[in-house]
Nanobody, 127 residues
Framework: QVRLVESGGGLVQAGGSLRLSCAAS????????MGWFRQAPGKEREFVAA????????YYADSVKGRFTITRDKAKNTVYLQVNSLKHEDKAVYYC????????????????????WGQGTQVTVSS
């Protein structure tokens, strides 16, 4: 079973950038479709970005399209989320999820279709 550990969050000024990491252990990321989700205080968890098992397909929420990029490094067994041009509304705990179901090109924005989750990393955006 895969274990996921997020890191890279922190305090950043509006307009700044961060690179979030999701390190996997116990299994290789190439066997899983991966997704990033976030949850702000008092709000439900929402989809941010996804990458397919093949690594060749990505999908983004409209709110982050053009600003966030999801990538995968098989050698490091890690999935990244590059977050640029941060806005106050991006403040949240960011979680990565993994699931081994579906075709190699399948992408999924629904959190309940991810079986494995990390503990999250906090992103805070200041003025």
């Amino acid at each position: 079973q895969v274990r996921l550990v997020e890191s890279g969050g922190g305090l950043v000024q509006a307009g700044g950038s961060l690179r979030l990491s999701c390190a996997a252990s116990g299994s290789t990321v190439s066997g899983y479709r991966m997704g990033w989700f976030r949850q702000a205080p008092g709000k439900e968890r929402e989809f941010v970005a996804a990458i397919s098992r093949s690594g060749g397909n990505t999908y983004y929420a409209d709110s982050v399209k053009g600003r966030f990029t999801i990538t995968r490094d098989k050698a490091k067994n890690t999935v990244y989320l590059q977050v640029n041009s941060l806005k106050h509304e991006d403040k949240a705990v960011y979680y990565c999820g993994a699931d081994e179901s579906g075709s190699r090109s399948y992408l999924c924005p629904r959190g309940y279709e991810y079986r494995h989750w990390g503990q999250g990393t906090q992103v805070t955006v200041s003025s």
